[in-house]
């Protein structure tokens, strides 16, 4: 199980950007794939959530300082959720990891998550 995030980088507030996380050696239809955030000296924060193709659902769930402004959604046939990110804050600047736990049961808890991906870095700074 291999997971790869990509995608950050340095934008101005207001913007945005997308990342993705591509998977490999596995389908990702069969796992909850969680983004979560890591800022300097901060701990890591969960900010969306989507279960997996088995479900027949894409429901997904948002963090609070994130609703309306993240969008997380999957690409099927590229293996890949994407996480849609808009109208940014400097409080968003972080590295960004993505996760995935086996189920369809959505835990907003990273510690129960095997997968991770490397991360991806997104500044936030005019």
């Known amino acids: 199980v291999q997971l790869q995030a990509f995608g950050g980088g340095l934008v101005q507030p207001g913007g945005s950007l997308r990342l993705s996380c591509v998977g490999s050696?596995?389908?990702?239809?069969?796992?909850?794939l969680g983004w979560f955030r890591q800022a300097p000296g901060k701990e890591r924060e969960g900010v969306s959530w989507?279960?997996?193709?088995?479900?027949?659902?894409?429901?997904?769930e948002y963090a609070d300082a994130v609703k309306g402004r993240f969008t997380i959604s999957r690409d099927k046939a590229k293996n890949t959720v994407y996480l849609q990110i808009k109208s940014l804050k400097p409080e968003d600047t972080a590295v960004y990891y993505c996760?995935?736990?086996?189920?369809?049961?959505?835990?907003?808890?990273?510690?129960?998550?095997?997968?991770w991906g490397q991360g991806t870095q997104v500044t936030v700074s005019s």
């Open positions: 996760a995935v736990q086996p189920g369809n049961v959505i835990s907003r808890n990273g510690n129960r998550y095997p997968y």
């Open positions: 050696g596995f389908s990702l239809d069969s796992y909850v």
């Open positions: 989507i279960r997996g193709l088995n479900s027949y659902t894409n429901y997904a």
